[in-house]
């Protein structure tokens, strides 16, 4: 990861949530990979319930603790876990929206949309993002391993998900986005 003050220029965090429809959600949040909790503090106060904020990394859990704590946000759980191994830790069908940003670059992809689509209640939607492959970006993962919009596509519907569409992302020119849907 770059320092947080570069990573934070890359995103417009409220207007990417806004587009993938993170907006007013009833019932509790996962975000897989929290990093410095960029996404976190724009999409806690969005969330009736709890946002699970989980990420492998220690020092990305502290400093997403360290933020959660200064914006005094009640509603987070803070975790350092290991999804691909230990997954989400969260009960089956018992989140209604999942936050994927920026991770399906990882070795086993199909792992991390599996525990989402396990997680997702009926209904219930996930937001994915990634570094775009077709144009030059300041950051992230070299270009041979980033996955393509149309590759995520194929590996959500294998692991169950629906398609729902293809998202611009507002203030965000480097990546790209997309909704998802378990049935």
Not at 25 to 45: M, Q
Not at 101 to 120: G, K, Q, T, Y
């Amino acid at each position: 990861m770059p320092p947080r003050e570069q990573w934070e220029t890359f995103f417009d965090p409220a207007a990417v949530l806004k587009a993938l429809g993170c907006r007013r959600l009833r019932g509790d949040c996962i975000e897989f990979g929290c990093g410095y909790g960029t996404f976190t503090i724009a999409a806690a106060p969005r969330v009736s319930g709890t946002l699970y904020a989980l990420d492998i990394d220690a020092a990305m859990v502290n400093a997403t603790v360290a933020r959660v704590t200064q914006a005094s946000l009640d509603n987070v759980v803070v975790e350092q876990r290991d999804l691909c191994v230990n997954g989400c830790g969260r009960p089956d069908a018992s989140a209604c929206f999942v936050m994927l940003f920026n991770l399906l670059h990882i070795e086993e992809p199909m792992d991390l949309l599996r525990e989402a689509f396990r997680v997702l209640r009926p209904g219930g939607r996930m937001g994915v993002t990634h570094w775009k492959v077709d144009t030059n970006t300041p950051r992230g993962p070299t270009l041979g391993i980033r996955p393509r919009p149309e590759q995520c596509r194929d590996w959500a519907g294998q692991a169950g998900l629906q398609w729902v569409r293809y998202q611009e992302l507002p203030g965000s020119p480097w990546h790209w986005g997309m909704v998802l849907e378990r049935p």
